[in-house]
């Protein structure tokens, strides 16, 4: 099997996962599939320093989560900039594309609705927390594979959920309480 | 009540995450990844091919430059044998010479 194959292989049997993951982040399908691209084109690239210490989905998850919290560390910059430009009447085409996508017509808009509200309650929990319950609930990994992705152990992984449902439940409060 | 409102919303938006929509990803994104895979190959081929040239355009840099400075020494050191010859004489001239009615060397 030549390199291209492999590769292909490598992107079909994970990239339904790795765009997943990656939407458990950042809520918008196109930017999760940028982020997931750019996941497999760093796994190609640094697959002979695999030492295979961990499975190759435990390593993609790795690189998945790493990469969506740099995407999401630039979009807060560009944002921050989209506001100074804002201030001073300067117009960004790359501020705008920051909106959120309209509803698929398919979904019922509160299903849609309560979505956007846990987003928004996700963004603001803190970074491990924001981890460990993106990869129970939208990955559905269990509680050892979460460990092995964040290198820690099950117990802690099961404090981080609670705590993360904890700081989840406040922030929707405070959400629906000022609405 | 109103409190009893934000909880059972609370509640419901919970309830949300045990059943969110997952996303797939698009029919062409094993395309498009590759496009882009290959975009970045030619780049970091270009790269490679730019470095190697001016590694070699280095070398020979040295090798000229080695070479100028080789020829500078000999030649250099001949002028030099030469100047050293004719100081010895003229040394030995000055100091070594001998009075026309007298056998003895004198020195000066």
Redesign the interface.
């Known amino acids: 099997m030549n390199n291209?194959e492999a590769?292909?292989q490598l992107?079909?049997q994970y990239?339904?996962k790795v765009?997943?993951t990656c939407?458990g982040f950042v809520h918008q399908?196109e930017d999760?599939?940028d982020i997931?691209?750019d996941v497999?084109?760093e796994a190609?690239l640094s697959y002979p320093k695999f030492r295979g210490e961990s499975s190759l989905s435990t390593w993609l998850y790795r690189i998945a989560i790493n990469k969506s919290l740099d995407a999401l560390r630039k979009q807060k910059t560009k944002k921050y900039i989209g506001l100074f430009k804002n201030l001073l009447h300067i117009s960004d085409e790359s501020v705008d594309n920051l909106k959120h996508t309209e509803p698929n017509p398919l979904?019922q808009i509160e299903?849609y609705e309560?979505?956007q509200?846990?987003y928004k309650?996700l963004d603001k929990i803190p970074v491990n927390q924001k981890i460990a319950?993106t990869l129970s609930?939208?990955e559905d990994l269990s509680m050892k594979e979460i460990a092995d992705v964040m290198e820690t152990s099950e117990s802690a992984v099961e404090s981080l959920l609670s705590r993360a449902?904890v700081s989840?439940?406040k922030h929707?409060?405070d959400y629906?309480?000022n609405i | 009540m109103k409190t009893n409102?934000?909880?059972e919303?609370?509640e419901?938006?919970?309830q949300?995450?045990?059943a969110?929509?997952?996303?797939?990803?698009?029919p062409f994104?094993?395309t498009?990844?590759?496009a882009?895979?290959d975009k970045?190959q030619e780049a970091n081929n270009y790269s490679i091919q730019w470095k190697t040239s001016l590694k070699y355009a280095f070398f020979i840099v040295i090798i000229a430059l080695n070479v100028i400075a080789s020829y500078s020494y000999i030649k250099g050191g001949n002028s030099k044998k030469e100047t050293r010859e004719s100081m010895i004489q003229e040394l030995s001239g000055t100091y070594f010479s001998t009075s026309s009615n007298s056998n003895s060397i004198t020195f000066q």
Do not use: P
Request: no cysteine; glycine share 0%; proline share 0%.
């Open positions: 291209r590769f292909r992107v079909d990239k339904d765009v997943n939407y399908k999760a599939e997931a691209q497999f084109i190609w979904q299903q309560r979505e509200a846990l309650a319950i609930k939208f449902k989840l439940r929707l409060e629906y309480k | 409102n934000y909880n919303e609370t419901k938006t919970m949300v995450l045990d969110l929509t997952k996303v797939k990803s698009s994104f094993i498009r990844l590759e882009r895979f970045k």
